[in-house]
């Protein structure tokens, strides 16, 4: 007799952050969280447990994530992004004496060697650890300040 084992959840669901708009774009060191979640038609994201997903709600498997919220096991998905630095080109040295306190950890879309702040351009989307946005409406990203 042939017994078989229990599927995992990320060959059992479909990948969640390739089927819905709910996952958030971070860094290339994103947790991994591996797991069968449940995605309700608000949009909400809970670990599925043993159960079925609750009526309405979609079973899909999230690599990246955490829980954020443990008494509803309440989850947030992540699109890990390389580093910006890690491309040729896109990151510049910090400045000496750089103490700019304007910077942000965010995505940005990459056309060549201008960037700027969001995912909706058509050109490679990438993580910036330390990015500051000028006055054209583009990136700076700069190197030295990524959390490893």
Not at 28 to 34: G, K, W
Not at 118 to 138: H, I, Q, Y
Request: glycine residues 8%.
């Amino acid at each position: 007799m042939l017994a078989l084992a229990p599927a995992a959840a990320d060959a059992e669901y479909r990948d969640l952050c390739d089927s819905s708009k709910v996952c958030e774009y971070t860094g290339p060191n994103a947790p991994l969280l591996n797991a069968a979640v449940c995605l309700d038609p608000a949009g909400q994201v809970r670990l599925k447990g043993s159960t079925a997903c609750p009526q309405g709600s979609v079973p899909f498997h999230a690599r990246y994530g955490e829980v954020y919220e443990p008494t509803q096991q309440l989850v947030v998905a992540y699109i890990p992004l390389e580093s910006a630095c890690s491309v040729p080109e896109i990151c510049q040295e910090l400045p000496d004496g750089y103490t700019d306190n304007t910077s942000t950890a965010q995505n940005i879309c990459c056309i060549g060697a201008v960037c700027w702040p969001g995912s909706d351009c058509g050109g490679t989307l990438l993580w910036c650890d330390d990015g500051v946005c000028n006055e054209d409406g583009t990136v700076t990203c700069f190197e030295g300040m990524e959390i490893p």
